[in-house]
């Protein structure tokens, strides 16, 4: 495990990434005490809310349901209503 103090880590943060990036932790002190450390992940797939993204299209679909069933009123209906808005606004 690499050590660099808050000051070295914030100058050369693309240098410490690297190392995560193969493998190693970096603890960061601040004051001669640990404040954090960077490990990498345990696995290398990424993984937002338990959910593996999809490849290619099928991502942008799979993402756009799931906003749909997120939200699925829009918050200014129509665009007659969105431009009635803005008419009112200017």
């Known amino acids: 495990m690499s050590v660099a103090t808050l000051q070295q880590f914030g100058q050369n943060l693309p240098a410490w990434m690297a190392l995560v990036m193969r ?23 990424l993984t937002v809310n338990g959910a593996k993204p999809a490849a290619g299209e099928d991502w942008r679909k799979t993402r756009l349901a799931e906003l749909e069933e997120t939200f699925p009123e829009p918050v200014i209906g129509a665009s007659a209503e969105l431009e009635a808005f803005r008419a009112e606004r200017l």
């Open 23 to 45: 493998g190693e932790s970096v603890a960061i002190v601040d004051g001669g005490k640990e404040v954090a450390r960077l490990m990498p992940p345990a696995s290398q797939t």
